[in-house]
């Protein structure tokens, strides 16, 4: 859980809104390079999620809601923290899609 809740978001980031969000920003602006690299993410998570157009059309409002995040910031820190703490969420949401997939997650009995 520690690689997907902590190490593939921040990896993300880095590739999406870092590299190719920085790209399309500076070619053609926030508002289509904000939907350019949200499209991008969405597409990335094609083999994952398959072609359900919902849960692509949430990915793509939120990648593209996070490079607007770190535009507004001046920081990739804020969408790092952002993505990390969607993970859970996003998870929890769409169990019956990962189902036969990942092991069933189980919130810790202890602190």
Same mark, same amino acid.
């Given at each position: 859980?520690?690689?997907?809740?902590?190490?593939?978001?921040?990896?993300?980031?880095?590739?999406?809104?870092? @590299?190719? %969000?920085?790209?399309?920003?500076?070619?053609?602006?926030?508002?289509?390079?904000? =939907? #350019? *690299?949200? +499209? /991008?993410?969405?597409?990335?998570?094609?083999?994952?999620?398959?072609?359900?157009?919902?849960?692509?059309?949430?990915?793509? @409002?939120? %990648?593209?809601?996070?490079?607007?995040?770190?535009?507004?910031?001046?920081?990739? =820190? #804020? *969408?790092? +923290? /952002?993505?990390?703490?969607?993970?859970?969420?996003?998870?929890?949401?769409?169990?019956?899609?990962?189902?036969?997939?990942?092991?069933?997650?189980?919130?810790?009995?202890?602190?």
């Amino acid at each position: 859980m520690i690689f997907i809740g902590l190490i593939v978001p921040v990896c993300e980031e880095q590739w999406f809104r870092g @590299a190719l %969000g920085n790209l399309a920003l500076s070619k053609v602006g926030i508002g289509l390079g904000a =939907l #350019t *690299g949200g +499209l /991008a993410f969405a597409l990335f998570h094609i083999p994952v999620y398959g072609l359900d157009t919902a849960v692509l059309g949430a990915l793509l @409002a939120d %990648g593209a809601a996070i490079i607007v995040l770190n535009v507004v910031t001046g920081r990739i =820190l #804020t *969408g790092m +923290l /952002a993505h990390i703490a969607n993970h859970p969420l996003s998870f929890y949401l769409q169990r019956p899609i990962f189902e036969g997939i990942l092991p069933p997650y189980t919130w810790p009995t202890h602190v």
